[in-house]
């Protein structure tokens, strides 16, 4: 959601995600120099900051020396509900908001109501298009959106929620959708209140676009919603639509056959799946693309699950490329213009592991000619779209592989009498299993615990000087050392296919 934001609310998000990633207090010129800001800038950024955050001892310190910033720090401060009051506050989404609820913007009137000059105006919705372009939108001189149906309501979507984790509309329509769910959709109650909100909003949008007269025509999507008529999904949709005035039968099921379909698409509503039933929805004579997905599911199960032939493995894994190719054709959107990203490098960083993961799922695209079958727009990359697989993948490989990880071997020698002992037990009350204790001093040692040097210049193994188990500075130290060589260990973790060793 950065490139939405109005430039003074980014500048200041990027110096508090510059300190926060820090982890350790920052001078007023490192963090200028980090953001490329002027300090006196960074300076008026941190004394606002001082007045809006909390500034306890926990989160948000300001070092003061003479009246004068020394350094700042912040420990564990929520980024993404700050990033959302900003976002709130900002010209485009006010411009979004505005052109959703009305379907287009009279400039005058607009910049009248927020205090704006035309230029000011003309500059945003500059960058607004430039956005939109990017999704395979663009904007009318009405300022209304343009281009397909559906892909017009996933940029909504995925605006609005990423936008705030609170209804920012009628809050009569909220109550009214949440009502008539929570009385008639079993389960309702179990789901979490994100997909609760993703499926209000799914029915707001559908409501707000056809009141404008602009429906959801897909014909497929409405073929087969008939055939599932009596699914209890598509009846509650279909009942919820035909309440509201001014739409004929066809366009009532275009609305409930669009909000299945982007209900469908975040997985809001999981239900099982059997080989047949769902072979009779997802066939070549609905969709074109069945057969390349077969290929595609058949390389990943080859590649990534040792070639089991699991059924129900097999069947998660075709749902999963299924419906990562029914999305790409209908509404696909590069979700992570919606992230609120400042250090890209820390954010998309792969250890060992998924750094393969990639470079195997890479080789099965070029292999099968993923490429040709993307038939690229101008608007899609093939990285953006390498990475939505990415993601599909690893939670595949996560849902049905164990993962062997590599323990941290520790030696400790202590001069005190019983000292061993005790401190063996804190550190495995604290990490079990992820650490592992050894006798003898040996190549494979990655930590020494002692209270006097070991002399072991053969194989340089780090070591950790505690004098006694009851001094919590150096139990302090001790944990943060053995954490980070279980990072390191991370790393080198292995999948295998569950009970497939």
């Known amino acids: 959601m950065r490139l939405f934001l109005d430039e003074i609310y980014d500048r200041r998000l990027k110096v508090l995600s510059y300190i926060n990633n820090s982890k350790e207090p920052k001078s007023v010129k490192e963090i200028a120099e980090a953001t490329n800001l002027a300090k006196r800038t960074v300076s008026m950024f941190i004394r606002q900051f001082e ?33 959302s009051n900003y976002l709130l506050n900002s010209t485009i989404y ?56 559906f892909r017009i309501r996933n940029f909504f979507f995925l605006f609005f929620f990423n936008a705030s984790n609170t209804w920012e509309f009628d809050k009569q329509e909220y109550m009214e959708t949440y009502t008539y769910f929570s009385k008639n959709l079993s389960g309702w109650e179990q789901l979490d209140s994100i997909k609760q909100l993703k499926i209000i909003l799914l029915v707001y949008i559908s409501l707000i676009r056809s ?44 609305e409930t056959s669009a909000t299945a379909f982007y209900i469908y698409k975040d997985d809001i509503l999981s239900e099982p799946i059997e080989i047949e039933s769902y072979e009779e929805y997802f066939s070549m004579y609905y969709f074109p693309f069945i057969d390349f997905s077969k290929e595609v599911t058949n390389q990943i199960i080859n590649t990534f699950f040792a070639e089991s032939d699991n059924k129900e493995l097999y069947l998660n894994v075709r749902k999963e490329i299924d419906r990562f190719y029914l999305v790409r054709n209908i509404s696909f959107i590069d979700y992570r213009i919606f992230y609120y990203v400042y250090d890209e490098e820390q954010f998309y960083y792969a250890d060992t592991l998924e750094t ?8 099965i695209c070029q292999q099968l000619g993923v490429s040709e079958q993307y038939d690229f727009q101008k608007y899609e990359t093939q990285e953006v779209l390498l990475d939505y697989l990415y993601l599909i993948v690893y939670t ?8 062997e990880y590599i323990p941290v071997q520790i030696f400790i020698q202590n001069t005190k009498l019983f000292i061993t002992d005790i401190l063996i037990q804190k550190v495995s009350l604290f990490f079990g299993d992820r650490v592992r204790f050894v006798e003898t001093l040996s190549p494979s040692v990655d930590l020494i615990i002692t209270d006097i040097k070991v002399i072991d210049e053969k194989n340089q193994v780090e070591q950790v000087y505690v004098s006694t188990f009851s001094d919590l500075s150096d139990m302090s130290y001790l944990f943060e050392q053995i954490q ?12 295998y296919l569950q009970n497939d060793k």
């Open 484 to 495: 980070k060589k279980l990072l390191e260990k991370y790393s080198q973790r292995k999948m």
């Open 211 to 254: 009141k404008h007269k602009n429906y959801a025509e897909n014909q497929t999507l409405i073929e087969l919603s008939k055939k599932r008529a009596t699914h209890q999904t598509f009846t509650l949709l279909f009942n919820y639509f035909s309440a509201t005035k001014n739409k004929t039968t066809e366009q009532v099921w275009g």
């Open 356 to 363: 393969e993961m990639k470079e195997k799922l890479l080789s």
């Open 396 to 403: 595949l490989q996560i849902r049905f592989n164990s993962v």
């Open 51 to 83: 007045q809006e955050l909390d500034v306890s001892e926990k989160v948000f310190k300001i070092h003061y020396v003479n009246q004068t910033i020394n350094s700042v720090s912040i420990n564990n401060l929520d980024l993404n509900s700050i990033g």
């Open 94 to 149: 006010k411009i979004i908001k505005h052109i959703f609820l009305f379907d287009k913007l009279d400039v005058a009137k607009f910049c009248e109501a927020e205090f704006i000059s035309a230029a000011t105006f003309s500059r945003h919705r500059k960058k607004l298009r430039e956005i939109l372009l990017r999704c395979g939108l663009d904007l009318s001189r009405e300022n209304s959106f343009i281009g397909d149906e």
